[in-house]
């Protein structure tokens, strides 16, 4: 896991890199969730750093400015900023990914324990969700902004099946939606076994430092990954879903390290470009590496098990991300 230094330090080597406001919101959200020093108003100036970089960075880390400002007590700032942030996104209505800030917010404020303006972001998404009509990559953002609007209306108790939310075609954009998630991308497979015995899910993910090494060795057999890490993660999280929509008992996630992993191939005398390898490692892993090891998916409000420092819920938990 890379910490906040070093997020920021890449970003100081990589000026103009398209990862930079990246790096930067990263630095940001790890020193922010206590991963790194210098507090919030440290993460403020790194949050405020990426806002000018504009597009969906920018307004992700315009979110972490308006959590920060309420951390830190500061509310008048948070308030204007929270309001700055709902005119720029009314006044110039961006993509898809737009919904996702509205849901950040409005699960943000709950945490801030702002309710009324966290209902007042649900209503605003969904209304923003609504104009966008029939397009499938909304239904799942529409889904969050129900369910968090009806846990602000009902309690922690209210009934969020889909039969409780009164969305039947949501139901089947949701099941059209795992169907094609399921289908993933060459070089990827489920090790499942055929005659319908129990069975846990391993998915093995190379860590952040790793990544480019991975695919620089094994370009050929790791080209479905992607150049990018957060496209790599989106694919995890297909995978790992992919196991439990299969079945398994558990889905367990590897953090593999590239030189263990190499040492493991040498050792058993595989050929450490093979999907099977890889998959032989993440088994090895979980017997004897538990460090390496964790459960799938992690608790909404836990950290993400992409080491990002964010949660979950506002990471790899995203509906952009499933």
């Not at 889909?162 to 094609?180: P, V």
């Not at 480019?212 to 080209?223: I, K, L, V, W």
Request: hydrophobic share 35%.
């Amino acid at each position: 896991m890379r910490s906040a230094v070093e997020c920021e330090q890449w970003a100081a080597q990589h000026p103009g890199d398209p990862d930079e406001p990246r790096a930067l919101l990263d630095a940001g959200w790890l020193i922010a969730r206590g991963s790194g020093g210098g507090g919030g108003e440290r993460a403020l100036e790194l949050f405020r750093r990426a806002v000018g970089f504009g597009g969906e960075t920018g307004r992700d880390a315009q979110v972490g400015i308006v959590e920060q400002l309420y951390e830190l007590g500061r509310a008048q700032e948070a308030d204007e900023a929270q309001r700055s942030l709902r005119a720029e996104l009314d006044d110039q209505p961006g993509g898809v990914g737009d919904l996702r800030v509205f849901n950040d917010m409005a699960e943000m404020l709950i945490d801030a324990e702002h309710d009324d303006l966290a209902l007042e972001w649900c209503q605003a998404g969904l209304d923003r969700a609504d104009e966008a009509g029939d397009d499938p990559q909304v239904e799942p953002y529409r889904r969050e902004l129900l369910i968090t609007q009806r846990i602000l209306l009902e309690g922690p108790d209210a009934d969020l099946d889909d039969d409780a939310i009164d969305n039947e075609s949501l139901a089947q954009a949701m099941k059209l939606i795992d169907q094609a998630l399921n289908r993933l991308p060459p070089g990827r497979a489920l090790d499942v076994p055929r005659d319908g015995s129990a069975f846990n899910g391993i998915v093995l993910r190379w860590a952040r430092e790793d990544f480019t090494a991975a695919r620089s060795r094994y370009p050929r057999s790791t080209e479905h990954y992607g150049d990018d890490y957060d496209a790599y993660t989106t694919l995890i999280q297909r995978e790992a879903r992919s196991y439990r929509d299969a079945g398994a008992a558990q889905v367990h996630l590897v953090t593999g390290s590239l030189d263990g992993y190499e040492a493991y191939a040498l050792r058993e005398g595989l050929d450490p470009a093979a999907q099977a390898t890889r998959q032989g490692y993440g088994r090895w892993c979980v017997a004897t590496r538990p460090d390496r090891v964790r459960s799938w998916p992690p608790d909404r409000n836990g950290a993400c098990w992409c080491d990002s420092g964010r949660k979950y819920k506002k990471c790899c938990g995203t509906p952009a991300k499933n």
